[in-house]
């Protein structure tokens, strides 16, 4: 009894990692064949792309402009992941400088100077400045200030303790 050994491709393993050059190339020339827009460059490819039997001469030519195409399509994408990481930073950076926004607006509704409905000075604007101005020419008086604040804070914490939890009040 002998057997047989199917080569068909059903039986082959998947293929790994980036596809063979060919495939690269016909998928990069249908690529610029889509686009509406070409350099002068890209059309030359795609005119030597469509020579069946190109001359020794035009086969360089068309190996040179398909692998600046595709440095250049490297150098895109590079360019993109750049952006994205500079991009990124920039937005977690905004995302903190808002965080600290939003903490000091939440002070100066506990402080009573801010209303926590229409988000609006509850002080005139130029009267809310001269009472900063005047804390910060005061240096000496911050552990006062620390203290004050720091039972405030307790105070707070308590009352959403205990808005979050009815049941330990009764």
């Not at 030359?44 to 020794?56: E, F, H, W, Y």
């Amino acid at each position: 009894m002998t057997s047989t050994i199917n080569f068909t491709t059903a039986n082959k393993p998947k293929r790994r990692g980036p596809p063979p050059a060919a495939e690269q190339a016909k998928k990069l020339l249908a690529h610029l064949a889509s686009l509406k827009k070409r350099s002068r460059q890209q059309d030359m490819l795609l005119s030597l792309a469509g020579i069946a039997n190109r001359t020794p001469q035009q086969q360089k030519t068309f190996d040179t402009l398909l692998r600046a195409e595709k440095a250049a399509d490297r150098a895109v994408r590079a360019a993109t992941k750049a952006a994205k990481i500079v991009n990124a930073k920039a937005r977690a950076e905004r995302r903190q400088r808002e965080q600290g926004i939003t903490e000091c607006a939440e002070l100066l509704v506990l402080a009573g100077l801010l209303d926590d409905k229409t988000g609006h000075p509850i002080w005139e604007t130029s009267e809310l400045l001269g009472a900063l101005i005047e804390i910060a020419n005061q240096p000496q008086k911050k552990s006062h200030w620390k203290s004050v604040g720091q039972a405030r804070l307790a105070q707070k914490k308590l009352r959403r303790s205990s808005k979050e939890n009815p049941e330990e009040e009764a």
